[in-house]
């Protein structure tokens, strides 16, 4: 693998790296306080509580996601890999970087990766919407 010359410093990708593994699992430490509390509830509200659990459950996953795409990042930084594209192994652009320090791939393999079906690949992991009925 080609190393990645990396513009910016390692220093910024690392600061930054580490403030989103804080702030993923702040989120999740969240998530599960907010359920716990609930306690009991009526017959008649178990619906809605299955339903926000499914919810929760929905974006912990994306969170734990989010989270191993940060550590995988981190580790990258520490073996000197970091920058480069784990499929063409050219430089990802800085302004990429800087954007989504946990990218793992140049923008033309991240799109070739999403148009070929492979919803793995998609490390932005950016939250969809759910609607309730």
Not at 12 to 41: N, P, Q
Not at 114 to 126: I, K, M, V, W
Request: glycine fraction near 4%; include cysteine; proline fraction near 5%.
């Amino acid at each position: 693998m080609k190393k990645a010359p990396v513009q910016d410093s390692n220093r910024f990708y690392r600061d930054a790296l580490i403030e989103k593994r804080e702030e993923v699992t702040a989120a999740l430490g969240v998530k599960f306080d907010t359920l716990a509390k609930m306690g009991r509830l009526a017959e008649e509200d178990q619906a809605q509580l299955t339903h926000d659990e499914y919810v929760s459950l929905h974006f912990n996953s994306l969170d734990y996601g989010q989270l191993r795409l940060v550590e995988e990042a981190l580790d990258r930084l520490e073996t000197g890999d970091f920058g480069a594209c784990l499929s063409c192994e050219e430089p990802i652009p800085a302004k990429r970087l800087r954007a989504l320090p946990w990218a793992r791939y140049c923008i033309p393999c991240q799109e070739s990766s999403l148009l070929d079906g492979d919803p793995e690949e998609n490390e932005a992991r950016q939250r969809q919407p759910v609607f309730v009925k």
